[in-house]
DNA sequence: TATTGTTATACTCTATAACTATA
DNA sequence: TATAGTTATAGAGTATAACAATA
């Protein structure tokens, strides 16, 4: 029989599981009406904020195998989200860059997918969702502290 | 520009998500681990601890289409983890049960799963936890209450 | 030799649609 | 007619391994 803590961790686990779940089934589907997946929208994401990136460390982030990044990267560059951008000092590596459409793209979509987390989260008032914040930053560092 | 209370919400869902996603790998790795994939895992659970089910019900929980149900109970029955059983009383009815293979399975895993999100937690205090429960109660229930 | 990215391939999971049988 | 479950099929997404080009 489990400890009373135990018992509560578990309770934890299955209270931010379901939060978590309840807000991307929302945020997926709102992302899947503009026709990309979690996936490509990680990308976009991550092209859009922090400029352009090798395919390598692309895979990293979004934990990809290098012949999956390919296959991604080929979909967003069709669509004319994304190009490849062949490196100068470094024949062998191809950085993505978002494309202006893309960026456009974005541009569109970010603002809205912000403001249904905002209306998402708003079950909590701003001093809660500081003391969310505090608690679920130590606990997530905490995890990565472990590093399994 | 996003006003400050919306940064704060997509804060707020940057660390969530971390903090899940960190766990979730932990836990699924122990899972497959144990030649299991999440969505087995799943019904098993169900199963272990609601006891039968309909197959449908378990469609409607695990949010999965008759065919994939179909397709997933057919693996853990070929495994021995659970059988079928007809209802007597309206024979369009299925219902799927533990069985004693897979309720040993279960216990021999289930308490490990709980003792690795115990110590998966431990970065939060008693008292912690309890606030991260009240406040990731609180989110849960009022996003399903949006009910988009 | 090691690294980056691509190609070719196979597999797992899921959805959809047509179906059977029961109600 | 409506519901429960199965079958057949297709597709998306991912991983793996072998490969070419470059460092």
Do not use: C
Request: glycine fraction near 4%.
């Amino acid at each position: 029989m489990a400890s009373e803590e135990v018992k509560q961790s578990l309770k934890l686990f299955i209270v931010l599981s379901r939060a978590t779940k309840a807000i991307n089934e929302v945020t997926y589907q709102f992302i899947q009406e503009n026709n990309v997946n979690p996936t490509e929208f990680a990308v976009l994401e991550l092209l859009y904020h922090k400029g352009r990136q090798p395919l390598q460390k692309i895979g990293n982030k979004i934990l990809l195998a290098s012949g999956s990044i390919t296959y991604v990267v080929d979909k967003l560059e069709k669509r004319g989200y994304i190009s490849r951008i062949l490196s100068p000092s470094d024949r062998r590596i191809t950085y993505a860059e978002i494309s202006p459409k893309g960026s456009a793209f974005m541009d569109e979509l970010f603002p809205r997918h912000e403001q249904q987390l905002h209306e998402l989260t708003n079950g909590l008032n701003v001093k809660e969702k500081d003391q969310a914040i505090a608690l679920l930053k130590k606990l997530g560092l905490s995890i990565k502290d472990l590093s399994y």
